[in-house]
């Protein structure tokens, strides 16, 4: 097995691809990790907080405005991602199906109504997910995301064959295991239909 082995995608993209994408952007980014860390550590704050209020004042010591504010910081730190993967599915909806090719020269899309290459030395970095692979670029906000659902790999092997591509050619290359089983690696980011930022 080459590192330098085409291999062929082809999917109509999903919102839980696309909200995956951009969960993995935003732990994987060095500003997505410090906006993701401060937002749930304030959640995490007013909650002790307020439980703390509770358990030495009574029910009512933890005022209205409190509780509210926390479960906004809550939603907020949740929907955030959902909304955005809405926009990004109805773009990517209207280029239709996806033909992704992934080589040594770099990742070429060619859908219904759009066809784009992008050459590997502009990703930095690749994470990857149960469903997706994600490359990113190397920028602190890891603007540029390309999302590839594995779904639309034909051959189980090609899962392999991809990793091998990302390792060769993007800057950090060596992929590795996060301690929720997802791998974690290094592309370059691509022209991804949904994100331009570009994801598909």
């Known amino acids: 097995m080459t590192a330098d082995t085409s291999v062929k995608l082809t999917y ?6 696309i909200s995956e994408g951009l969960k993995m952007q935003m732990r994987h980014s060095p500003v997505g990790r410090w906006c993701y860390r401060v937002l749930w550590g304030l959640c995490a704050l007013l909650a ?3 439980v703390a209020n509770l358990l030495t004042r009574g029910v009512g010591a933890a005022g209205l405005e409190v509780w509210r504010f926390l479960l906004t910081a809550c ?16 773009y990517a909806r209207h280029l239709g199906e996806h033909r992704v090719t992934v080589d040594a020269d770099g990742i070429s899309i060619v859908s219904e109504r759009h066809t784009h290459h992008t050459n590997w030395s502009f990703y930095g970095r690749s994470a990857e997910s149960r469903r997706v692979f994600v490359l990113l670029t190397p920028d602190v906000w890891g603007t540029g995301v390309m999302v590839l659902p594995k779904r639309g ?5 090609d899962s ?41």
């Open 160 to 200: 392999e064959r991809l990793r091998s591509l990302f390792t060769k050619h993007l800057a950090s290359g060596s992929p590795r295991r996060s301690a929720r089983g997802s791998r974690d690696e290094s592309l370059d980011p691509a022209s991804n239909p949904h994100t331009e930022r570009q994801e598909s």
């Open 48 to 50: 002790l907080l307020s």
């Open 75 to 90: 939603l907020f730190v949740i929907a955030i991602r959902w909304l955005t993967a809405l926009a990004l599915l109805a």
């Open 12 to 17: 109509v993209v999903t919102w839980r691809e």
């Open 153 to 157: 790999l034909s051959d189980p092997q």
